[in-house]
């Protein structure tokens, strides 16, 4: 395993110069999934131990979109505002549901679950880009995660 560093989606980093991005994550409430604590539980203690660190329950979460074009220290309060009222907008339309987490997929940098269907994932994260496309424009948008 290697550590995880965040980058611009646009570009490789210059050494030395990794900036923190503004994502929008859905936090993963366990407390409220049993069957959910239970499997990521059962996943900490199979690969417990060198070379993974694992975050705690209040850090897990699905990451729907990260703002590429600027550092986050970049982004003012004023459109940080305008941001979380356009995602609150955006996000009412989108309906509820329901998704399963699946298997355990290994990679350089962790572990991460598998989530599916798609499709209501995919409808979150669209409704995610207008939101930044409203507040930051187009240009906003040009990460592909």
Known sequence: ??????????????????PSLLHVYVPV???????????VHGVRAAT???????????WLHI?????SSQPAAEIQEAERQALATELTRQMKTVA???????????YGTG????????E??????TAATRAFEVVFGSG????NG
């Open 1 to 18: 395993m290697k550590s995880f560093t965040f980058q611009w989606g646009t570009e490789p980093w210059k050494e030395g110069t990794a």
């Open 29 to 39: 409430a366990l407390g409220r999934n049993p069957e959910l604590a239970e499997l």
């Open 48 to 58: 417990k131990g060198d070379p993974l660190t694992h975050v705690g329950d209040e």
């Open 63 to 67: 990451t729907i979109y990260q703002l």
């Open 96 to 106: 509820p549901f329901t998704i399963t987490v699946g298997s355990t997929l290994a």
């Open 111 to 118: 572990l991460i679950f598998d989530l599916g269907p798609d």
């Open 120 to 125: 209501p994932l995919n409808e979150l994260r």
């Open 140 to 143: 906003a948008t040009e990460y």
